[in-house]
């Protein structure tokens, strides 16, 4: 981007400000109603409301990447904080990550069960740590010191999620079946933001893979995997954990744009529709390049996703089907 | 690699198979001896020895990383396996995580605590798992049901390691001193091969920090950051962790190999010797080519590194001044 005087970049901020989010790829039409699908969309709006007020008011994209999901993790509609899928052993164990892309600063959080916010807490690991990744009881411990909001466990327990945990665990001498149902349920949050600098961010958050054991880590608290930003790119990741890790899939969209010149949809195709689906996984992300050109690929039936630019006019769709106009890039 | 025949085959893997082990950047001249250098040398002379074997008799690329990676964990003067670093709290805390380059298979585990061989584990999550990565508890009771040596935690502590955390502890007020005191601990181990049909795997195994806290997961055990492996190149870091993680490191060797055609030597000077150090970071790499090409680029005062070919001899350094002549790429 050009150099330009304060008053110009003021303009050209908010010209340029966008926010796009994800609640999950994998959604299926089947399980879905009129009702959900309405609550859904009024989910999307709100978060995407959230994080351009923090843009409009000239605050930064990691402000915006954080305010967006702080609201998809306190609807207990996503698996994300409130609502989180359950592991084997009856839990809700959260995931979180953060990283701007201006200064390459990261945080992520692995293994929480009490963290109100697991998002607010990669931010306070980013700002308030000499590390990047905290994981367990040690990263609630690090919560408990920088006054990070902390609830009792059962606060995240929802009946919906309860009753997919007790369906997984009764199909689980058919694993087949069973392996179907925990790929089903991936239904991470996710946001990327370009402010009125011209800066990136993003970040994930998630319940994980219902049923998961063995204190699974998926992609989305791997900075690379389910999360990343530079100064030319920001993504976060929604699918099968598995292969966003094997291929660093975050990071590989990023490379691709920044080092071989491919656009935000290029980059994305490569990544989530061909490579991904080509190894046998499958799920969705959302890129923003920083020209603004946002991009929303996945190869799944349905994914929650929106964006919200300049005009604070938000626009959200669920299934492949639904038409969607994203918005322009602009230099 | 053009295809060949069978009897071809064997006789180009005799030419062409290639071992390169670290065991950790971050040496430095003046806290070392003439018997504790003959004693570094001996130890990767052996982990040479044992990994080559695997490749002469005809076994996989992660059949020699996970031999190499072995002998190293069992040595107590590397920060992997016996002879860890302690955390904060006094605990020796294990991470290690291996990739097969072939087949893009990956296994990787965090903060386990009475794992013997942490490759070894890491190994089973790839091979017998539907996970890439297990972290805490949970990594060891999948250990326990896949038979992996399991041991009383006292059997990583060495005198040595205690005397540097108790020093770290001392020094805790002087933030400066403490932190490069952590900074110069961190010889982290790890191995890259190719064996003889021209597969590649990377493996990398760390006790972390001196004085870490918080549950910190650094770079060692993420897919991606510490280690990396594909049809193009295999890496292993040692570093800074912090800084592995936020440009997803071994995975950008890696694309800068497979999509902009860089060597193994420009790709990792690039990122380790470059992009690492510009951001405030230190520490090393080693990198393998399909091509059998070998760079072990670092940035500090010495890395302990060697690499073994196809006539059995092994090759050791420990200081950037020590001379070491490297293998010739082939095709």
């Given at each position: 981007m050009a150099t330009v005087e304060k008053g110009e970049l003021t303009l050209l901020g908010e010209q340029t400000v966008v926010l796009a989010i994800h609640?999950?790829?994998?959604?299926?039409r089947a399980s879905m109603t009129p009702e959900s699908e309405t609550k859904a969309r009024a989910a999307m709006e709100l978060a995407l409301r959230h994080g351009y007020e923090q843009l409009k008011q000239g605050r930064s994209a990691k402000d915006a990447v954080t305010a967006a999901i702080t609201v998809l993790e306190d609807d207990p509609l996503f698996n994300a904080g409130r609502g989180a899928v359950f592991t084997h052993d009856g839990r809700n164990e959260l995931d979180a990550s953060l990283m701007d892309g201006a200064t390459l600063a990261a945080g992520a959080v692995a293994g929480?069960?009490?963290?109100?916010?697991p998002i607010l807490l990669a931010r306070a690991v980013m700002e308030h740590s000499q590390h990047v990744m905290l994981a367990g009881d040690g990263a609630e411990q690090f919560a408990a010191e920088q006054g990070v909001s902390l609830v009792d466990p059962?606060?995240?327990?929802?009946e919906r999620r309860w009753q997919e945990l007790q369906r997984a665990l009764q199909e689980e001498n058919h694993q087949a079946q069973a392996t179907r149902e925990a790929i089903k349920h991936f239904g991470t949050v996710g946001a990327v933001a370009r402010d009125s600098q011209g800066r990136l961010a993003a970040g994930t958050s998630t319940g994980g893979m219902t049923n998961k054991r063995y204190g699974r880590v998926g992609d989305s608290p791997v900075i690379g995997a389910g999360t990343y930003a530079d100064v030319d790119c920001a993504v976060s990741g929604t699918g099968w954990g598995e292969y966003y890790l094997r291929v660093s899939a975050a990071r590989e969209i990023c490379l691709r744009m920044g080092r071989l010149g491919e656009s935000a949809t290029q980059a994305g195709r490569a990544v989530i529709e061909d490579e991904i689906p080509g190894m046998g996984g499958d799920g969705g992300a959302i890129v923003l390049g920083a020209n603004g050109e946002v991009a929303l690929p996945f190869n799944t039936e349905g994914m929650y996703r929106g964006w919200i630019g300049a005009d604070g006019v938000p626009h959200v769709a669920i299934y492949a089907t639904d038409a969607l106009t994203l918005p322009t890039a602009s230099r």
């Open positions: 609640g999950g790829a994998g959604v299926e929480v069960h009490k963290v109100k916010n059962s606060y995240f327990r929802t």
